[in-house]
């Protein structure tokens, strides 16, 4: 049955996710393993909704205020735009986040991914007690992105632990640069997660996934790959 509000929109999103799982798999990726997380900053929530439908289940939001935003404008149309079957979407939170903006996000996000510093984490645990988190890490040394340094994971690990946070994982943004020095910056961050027995590795986008899932990862993060370039390119991650 066509969509009239826009059947080759909806078709060219399901050819490009087709697209992302035959790179996992090409990668050496199990695609029933490795989550694809849809990133949609940028992407109306109509497109979200397509997204899920099309059994995408993992949301991911840069901006809180866009977050919320998007996240309710879903939620108020959802019996009328989505069928029965439709699971509603888990949001990751995976920008960078001020300790002022937890309280806004706190009610919509189901995995915090960018957490990286103790007082950040401290006001996740009294806003979200017990929540599920990543720690990020700045394998990249690129000064404008989020991250711990890969010297100071196992102490966020551990202080993020004595919050009482669930941590499942690492997450990082590739290095920029040659195919090995990107690679190299994911086997890093395997090396952390795996010294500390973390499962979850959310690392890979839309221009390094094979990279990252040939080191392991289990999550890759997903925008223009899946919903074509955004307009407006922000600092990745800012
Ligand atoms: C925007 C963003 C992505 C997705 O980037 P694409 O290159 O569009 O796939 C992934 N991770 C983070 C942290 C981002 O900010």
Known sequence: ?????????????????????????????????VTVLAVTKGVA?????????LGLTDVGESYVQ???????ELDASW????????????WHFIGRL???KVRVAAPYVQLWQSVDRLSLAAEV?????????????NVAGEAQQGGC??????????GCRDLGLEVRGLMAIGARGAPDVVRASFRTVR????GLGLPERSMGMSGDLELAVAEGSTMVRVGSDLFGPRRVERVVGN
């Open 1 to 33: 049955m066509s969509d009239p509000a826009h059947p080759p929109v909806k078709g060219d999103l399901a050819r490009r996710l087709a697209r992302v799982h035959e790179r996992i798999r090409d990668a050496g990726g199990d695609p029933a393993r």
């Open 45 to 53: 929530a109509s497109r979200v909704a397509d997204a899920l439908e």
């Open 66 to 72: 866009e977050l919320a935003d998007k996240a309710d």
């Open 79 to 90: 019996g009328e735009r989505s069928s029965a079957a439709v699971a509603r979407p888990r």
């Open 98 to 100: 001020q300790r002022n």
């Open 125 to 137: 645990a009294r806003r979200a007690p017990g929540a599920p988190v990543l720690v990020q890490v």
């Open 149 to 158: 340094p890969p010297e100071r994971v196992a102490a966020v690990v551990e």
């Open 191 to 194: 090396a952390l997660a795996d």
